[in-house]
C-alpha cells in the first residue's frame, strides 16, 4: 500500500510541475545559503545566454529563474544547460526554475526571483527590458547589442541614471576584450619604444581599421547552430551596422583611450553605409529549420531571396582620431575557419596588426608591419624587452621579413571564444562585489551605442 501511495505521489509531483505556467524544477537546497548573485534569465533567444552558464561561479547560486514564452528558443537554451551539466570534463550543477507564458516578463519583474537580469535575445525590447528591469532594483548583464535604434538611446541613458540612483549595475558583455592577441595589441601600442604614438588618421587612410566577418553557419558547444527565424529580421536582430559593431567600437574605445571617460561629444561620424547579404530559401532552412520563410520576413524578399541587412561600415572620428568600422556576415566559412577578426592600429614606428586568414590557420595572430622610423635589429630588442615586462610568458618573437615581425603565442592563452563569456561574466561579479563599475565604463558604454545607432541613422539617409 505504501509503494502505490509513493507512486501516486510522485506522478501528482511531475503533473503540477509541467504546465506553461510553471516551474518544471524547484528550487534547490542551495537557495538557503548566502549566495551574493541570484541570476534570472529573461527570453534567452541567443545562445549567448547560454554561455554565461558554461562554467559554474563560486558567488552565484546554482538556481537559475528563467522566464520566457512558449517555443523552441527555450528550449535550446535548456538543452544547451543540460548538456554542460552533464558533460565528461567539469561538468556544471545548475538547476533551472522556469515559468513559461505570454506574461513572462511581467511575471519576472513581479516575483524578483534574483538581482541580476541576464538578457541575450530578441534586441526589438531590450532597450524595454533593460529600464524596467533597473526600475524594479535589478542588476542587468545584457549581450549586445543593448539598443537597436536610434530613437532607444534616450530609454538607454534613462536607464543608466536610473541604475546610478539605485545603486545598481547595467554592462553589457564585451567578449572580445578577452582576446589575447588583442590584449598584447592594446598593451603594446602603449609602449612607445616599441609603437611610438598612435596617428590620427584620416578618412581615407584611418589611424585604427576593425573589421569582423561572421557566418550564420556554424558549430557552437559541438553541435550545429539553429537559430530562430526571428534572428533574420532587422527589426527584431537589429542591423549589422549596430549589432556586431558593437564589439568593433568598444575595442576602440578600450585600446585607444584606455579608462578614460568618453562622451558623446567626442563623435564624429564621417560617413557610413550597409548592404545586404542574400539568402537562398535552402539557406534558410539549413540554419532555421523552417521550410519556407515567415510572414515577418516578407519584406525583406526579393527575387525570391532572402535579403539580411547583417552588413554595414561605419569611419568616425573619436576625440580626433579617425577610425574605420566593418563587418560583414555571410553564410559559411571556409572548412576549417569560422568568424574572424582584422584590426591595425597605425602607429609613428610601426603599426600593430590582427590578422586570422589562411595564411595563419585562420588563428588570430599579431604581426608589427611597416616598420619606420627604427632600425628593425633595435625594434626587435625593444619588442623582446616589452613582451617581458608584460603578465604573459613564453611570448615569442619572429621575424617574417625585413620589415614585419609576427609574435607568437602559446596556446595556454587561447582559451576561445566561448569561454570569453565565462570571463566578462567573472569580471561583472568582480564589479557586483565592489558596488560599482569603473568610472569610465558607463560614460565608455553611452558613447558606444551612441556611434552605432548614429551610424545606422547616417547609413540611412
Known amino acids: 500500500m505504501k509503494k502505490i501511495l509513493l ?60 522566464y520566457a514564452p512558449e517555443g523552441p528558443d527555450v528550449q535550446q537554451y535548456l538543452d544547451r544547460i543540460i548538456s554542460y551539466n552533464t558533460r565528461d570534463a567539469d561538468p556544471t550543477a545548475w538547476n ?10 511581467e511575471k519576472m519583474v513581479s516575483e524578483k526571483s534574483g538581482n541580476v537580469v541576464v538578457l541575450s535575445g530578441n534586441n526589438r525590447k531590450k532597450a524595454e527590458y533593460i529600464g524596467r528591469s533597473v526600475a524594479g532594483g535589478l542588476n542587468v548583464l545584457a549581450d549586445k547589442p543593448m539598443i537597436i535604434l536610434p530613437e532607444d538611446f534616450p530609454r538607454l541613458e534613462e536607464a543608466f541614471r536610473t541604475a546610478q ?53 556554424k558549430i557552437v558547444s559541438g553541435t550545429p547552430l ?8 532587422v527589426d527584431q536582430q537589429g542591423e549589422g551596422i549596430v549589432d556586431v559593431t558593437t564589439h568593433l567600437v568598444d575595442l576602440i574605445q578600450w585600446e585607444c583611450f584606455p579608462e578614460q571617460i568618453l562622451s558623446i561629444s567626442d563623435v564624429e561620424m564621417i560617413e557610413a553605409r550597409r548592404w545586404p547579404t542574400v539568402m537562398s530559401k535552402e539557406e534558410f532552412t539549413g540554419v532555421t529549420g523552417f521550410d519556407d520563410f515567415p510572414a515577418f520576413l516578407q519584406k525583406d524578399m526579393k527575387d525570391g531571396k ?21 563587418v560583414e556576415w555571410k553564410y559559411q566559412a571556409p572548412p576549417g575557419a569560422g568568424d574572424t577578426h582584422y584590426s591595425v592600429m597605425r602607429g609613428t614606428q610601426c603599426d600593430l596588426v590582427i590578422k586570422q586568414g589562411a ?36 611570448l615569442m618573437v619572429e621575424a ?26 567573472a569580471k561583472f561579479l568582480e564589479y557586483m562585489e565592489a558596488g560599482k563599475l569603473p568610472d569610465w565604463e558607463v560614460p565608455g558604454m553611452i558613447t558606444k551605442y551612441y556611434t552605432t545607432t548614429s551610424a545606422l541613422k547616417k547609413a540611412m539617409e
Request: charge should be negative.
Open 7 to 66: 507512486l501516486i505521489l510522485t506522478a501528482v509531483v511531475l503533473l503540477s510541475s509541467c504546465g506553461s505556467g510553471s516551474s518544471q524544477r524547484k528550487p534547490a537546497d542551495s537557495m538557503k545559503n548566502d549566495y551574493q548573485v541570484k541570476l534570472i534569465t529573461v527570453d534567452p533567444g541567443h545562445f549567448h545566454a547560454a554561455l554565461v552558464q558554461k562554467i559554474m561561479y563560486d558567488q552565484v547560486s546554482p538556481d537559475v529563474h528563467v
Open 96 to 105: 533551472e526554475v522556469i515559468y513559461r507564458g505570454d506574461d513572462f516578463f
Open 165 to 217: 540612483e539605485k545603486g545598481i549595475l547595467i554592462y553589457d558583455i564585451m567578449t572580445e576584450r578577452y582576446e589575447i592577441t588583442t590584449i598584447l595589441q592594446k598593451l603594446l601600442s602603449q609602449k612607445e619604444e616599441v609603437f611610438g604614438t598612435l596617428v590620427t588618421g584620416s578618412k581615407e587612410d584611418p589611424a585604427v581599421t576593425k573589421v569582423s566577418v561572421h557566418h550564420f553557419s
Open 226 to 233: 539553429i537559430r530562430p527565424a526571428w534572428f533574420f529580421d
Open 306 to 326: 532572402l535579403n539580411v541587412y547583417s552588413n554595414g561600415e561605419m569611419v568616425y572620428r573619436l576625440k580626433g582620431v579617425c577610425a574605420k568600422v566593418s
Open 359 to 394: 595564411d595563419e590557420k585562420y588563428v588570430p595572430t599579431l604581426y608589427l608591419e611597416n616598420v619606420r622610423g627604427i632600425i628593425m635589429d633595435l625594434l626587435m630588442e625593444k619588442l623582446k624587452a616589452a613582451l617581458e615586462s608584460l603578465p604573459y610568458e613564453n
Open 400 to 425: 617574417v621579413n625585413p620589415k614585419t615581425l609576427k609574435i607568437n603565442v602559446p596556446d595556454s592563452y587561447r582559451v576561445g571564444h566561448e569561454a570569453h563569456f565565462g570571463q566578462v561574466t
